[in-house]
């Protein structure tokens, strides 16, 4: 990280049961010893717009475009194991939302559109819904791995209430992001 910049993120946090449930499945997983680097429980989260670099400076209008959000809470349904982009190409290993998708693009493409507004990059592809579990770091053992995802098709890992959106600020260490928060704004 820059020193006269933070590392910014706009997400949902997950609720301690269901990150409980996520890291059971997340332990299942690791077992086949796949080359992924699975994310810590206290750091999952919806991503909904990776700011990047910010000034400090900018922080006070993201917050106050986060507070023009005029849509109501909501509750998602967490459950099944993915790979993006494909299983060909392993770069994420996700949960999937398997109910409120559609309420969680819509809010997600606010948050684009009042972000774009202030001057921040457009994102290059559209919103998928979906909450990383690891990232992939090599090719060994995949077919393990692939096999345990099988296995667990169509199971839910739980409910999602989301009623409040949280600006992060993310610390890249050496062992791990570091993640802060900085503001949260309500839902109706």
């Known amino acids: 990280m820059n020193g006269d910049t933070a590392r910014l993120f706009i997400a949902v946090k997950v609720s301690a049961e269901l990150a409980q449930s996520l890291d059971a499945v997340i332990r299942k997983l690791a077992v086949t010893e796949a080359e992924v680097k699975w994310v810590k429980t206290k750091n999952l989260h919806l991503t909904l717009k990776f700011?990047?670099?910010v000034d400090p400076a900018e922080i006070p209008a993201i917050?106050?475009?986060?507070?023009?959000?005029?849509?109501?809470?909501?509750?998602?349904?967490?459950g099944s194991i993915g790979v993006?982009?494909?299983?060909?190409?392993?770069?994420?290993?996700?949960?999937?939302i398997s109910q409120g998708s559609e309420k969680l693009i819509k809010l997600a493409n606010f948050i684009e559109k009042v972000t774009v507004s202030l001057g921040f990059d457009p994102e290059k592809r559209p919103f998928i819904p979906h909450l990383t579990l690891g990232r992939f770091k090599g090719h060994k053992r995949l077919d393990k791995l692939f096999e345990k995802i099988d296995?667990?098709?169509g199971v839910i890992f739980?409910?999602?209430s989301v009623s409040g959106i949280?600006?992060?600020k993310s610390e890249l260490r050496p062992e791990g992001p570091q993640y802060t928060e900085l503001a949260s704004v309500p839902l109706q």
């Open 51 to 53: 700011l990047g670099e």
């Open 63 to 78: 917050i106050a475009a986060m507070q023009t959000v005029k849509i109501e809470k909501f509750i998602l349904e967490v």
């Open 84 to 96: 993006l982009p494909d299983f060909h190409r392993p770069r994420v290993i996700y949960a999937d």
């Open 151 to 153: 296995g667990i098709k």
């Open 158 to 160: 739980g409910k999602l």
């Open 166 to 168: 949280y600006l992060i």
